[in-house]
C-alpha cells in the first residue's frame, strides 16, 4: 500500500457521514437553534461560541435521565468558577444502566485463562445487590469507594453501586506497589475497598493478598475489605483486616432486584483521579458525575460514532482515565469489551483474536501498542479478519505518522484511525477524531466539540502551523472540581491557570495544520530547550524509532555546561533488540537520521545505550524522572513507576560526564 503525502490515509464515504450521529445532531440542532452548521467546522465554530446551546443539545441527544432545569451557565466568564446546569438533578449510574435485556452489557477476558459475559439485566442485578450491601455497611453519598482491581466486572460493579447512592468512586490497578496505592488511597481515604486475591500476566499468576493485607492495615478510614477471587479458589484472609470474599458480602442481599438511585446536584462528585505522581505524591484530581456523563457521552457519539449495540474495546487498566472513559460506553448503548493482562498474550495476537471473536466495533489502545506491533512484525490483517472494527483509536503519547502507515497498511485500511489526546485532568479528550472528517498521516483529526481548544505562543497570542501551547480559553462541564484537599483551590489554579490567567494550560506542546488538525509534540515541562529553540520530544522519537535497531528511546535536556544552567544539550538513551551494541556506525546512523528529518538542533549531543526505558503504570515512559536522575536530583514518587529499578540504569553515566 503506497502512502500519498497529499491525499488523506482515509476519508469516510457518504453513506458513512450521512449514517454518523454527529451528523443526526448537526441537523438537528440547526432545525432546534435556527442556525447553519453546513459541516463538521461550523459545527464546532457554534459549539464554542453557543456552549449553553450546545451543551443542551448534548443533554438531548444523549437521552440523559434527570431534570435538566432552566439555567445551563452561571458564571461562565471565569476558569475556573464557572458553574454547569446548576438546577439540575442526575444519577451517572442509573444512566449507564438504561437496560435490563438479554444482551451483553460486557465481555470479559482475563488472558487466556478467565473469559465470561454479563447481560445488561445480570448488570443491573448485581449493582442493585452491591449498592444494597454498601448501604448495609453505612456507605452514603460523599464517602469513597475504593478499587484495588484489573478491569474486571466486578471493578465496574462496585463503581455502579458507589455511583447510584453518590458514594465517590476510585481505583488503582494490582499492579501498584504498597506505598503506591498509600499514596493514593490515603488521601482520599475510604470507608470500603474492593480489591482482587491476584491477576494474571503474560502467562504469570501474581498474588495481591499479601499487598493487600498491608494496605488494609494503613488505612484507618476502612471499614470493609470486599474479597474478589479471581485467580485463586481458596483463600485464607484472617491477615486483613475487615476482610470478607465478595460472595459474602452480597449473600444477604440476593432478593434485591432494585437500586434507589440517588437524585444528585451535576456537579456532585463521582470520582477522584490521580496524576502519575512521577514528582511527588499524586494529586487527587476530583471529577463531577454531570461533566463528565455529558463529556463521554459526546465524545463516544459524536467522536466515536458509538451506536447502540456497537461493542467497544479499550486496552486500559484501572489506574488509567482510560478506564473511566470505557465504561461510559454504556450510556451509548454499548457493549463493554473488558481485558486484563497483557496486550501481546498469546504470541502477541490476543487482542486482535478478541477483536474477531466478540465483533469489536472500536479498537482503542496506545501508540506504544501499535509500535510494538509493527517493530514485532505483525501482519493483523493476514491473520485476522477485522470485519467488524471500524474505528481504532490512539492515546498515552503522540502517534508518529509511521504509526498511522503501519495501521493502514498493516491492520485495516478501511477504518477511522483516531489518535486521542487529553488527559487524567478532564477524564476525557481535548483532541480527537470525528467519523466525518479525513485522517491525514500523523495528526489528530480535529478539536473536541464544545471545547474552546486553541494554540498560543508565549505571549498569548494564537498561532497556526506553529507550535506552541494547547489551551482551552472558555469553560467546559468536564473541568475538575478541584484537588481533594486542595481546600483554598490554590494548587488547582497552580496547575492549570498560572501560565494564562482565565485560561487552562494543559502542558501539551503542539501545532494545529492547515487540515485543522493536530500535532502534539510532547509535554511542555519536557520540551527541549538548546540554544533556546524550543523542541518536542516527539519529534525526535519518531526518526530514532524508525531505526530496526532502536526498539523504543528517551530523551533529555541535560544541563550543559554544569556551569551554565541556562543552557541545554540534547541526551538520547535506547534500549536496542535483544544483543545488538550501540557502535559508532549505529550512533552516526541515529544522528544523521535525526539530522535529515529534523533540524541540527534536534541531533543530539550524546546518545548512550540503556536496558530498559522507566515508565509509568500507564505506559507512559518519565522524561522528568531520568532528567532528575542525570542531574543528580531525588524522584520522589518510585511507587508510580512500573519499573522504578530502570531508573538506576541513568545515574552516573560517565558518558554524560563529558
Known sequence: MSISMNLPLWAPSAARIESANVTAFRRKAEA?????????????????SAPEQFWVSVWDDGGVIGARGERVLIDGDRMPGAK??????????????????????????????????????????????????????????????AAFMPNMPETLIAMLAAASIGAIFTSASPDFGVQGVLDRFGQSAPKVLIACDGYFYGGKTIDCLDKLSEIARQLPSLTRVVVVPYVHQAHELQGIPHARMFADFIAPHHAVTEIAFEALPFDHPLYIMYSSGTTGVPKCIVHCAGGALLQHLKEHRLHGDVKPGDRVFYFTTCGWMMWNWLVSGLAAGATLLLYDGSPFAGDNRILFDYADAEGMTHFGTSAKFIDACAKFGLKPRETHRLTSVRAMMSTGSPLVPEGFDYVYREIKADLQLSSISGGTDIISCFVLGSPVLPVWRGEIQCRGLGMAVDVWDDEGRPVRGEKGELVCAKPFPVMPLGFWGDDDGSKYHAAYFDRFPNVWCHGDFCEITEQG?????????????????????????????????????L???????????NDVRVVLFVKLRDGLILDEALIKRIKQTIRDNTTPRHVPAKVVQVADIPRTKSGKIVELAVRNVVHGRPVKNLEALANPEALALFGNRPELAD
Do not use: C
Open 517 to 553: 488538525g493536530l500535532i502534539i509534540y510532547g509535554r511542555s515541562d519536557a520540551t527541549l530547550n538548546p540554544g533556546g529553540v524550543r523542541i518536542g520530544t516527539a519529534e525526535i522519537y519518531r526518526q530514532v524509532e524508525k531505526l530496526h535497531e532502536v526498539v523504543e528511546s
Open 32 to 48: 432546534t437553534w435556527g442556525v447553519a452548521l453546513p459541516d463538521y467546522a461550523a459545527l464546532y465554530d457554534w459549539s464554542v
Open 555 to 565: 530523551v533529555i535536556g541535560q544541563d550543559w555546561p554544569p556551569q551554565n544552567p
Open 84 to 145: 454547569w446546569f446548576p438546577d439540575a438533578r442526575l444519577n451517572f449510574a442509573e444512566n449507564l444502566l438504561r437496560s435490563r435485556d438479554a444482551h451483553d452489557a460486557l465481555v470479559f477476558w482475563g488472558e487466556d485463562k478467565v473469559k465470561n459475559r454479563m447481560s445488561h439485566g445480570e448488570l443491573y442485578r448485581a449493582v442493585a445487590r452491591f449498592a444494597a450491601a454498601l448501604r448495609e455497611q453505612g456507605v452514603v453519598k460523599g464517602d469513597r469507594v
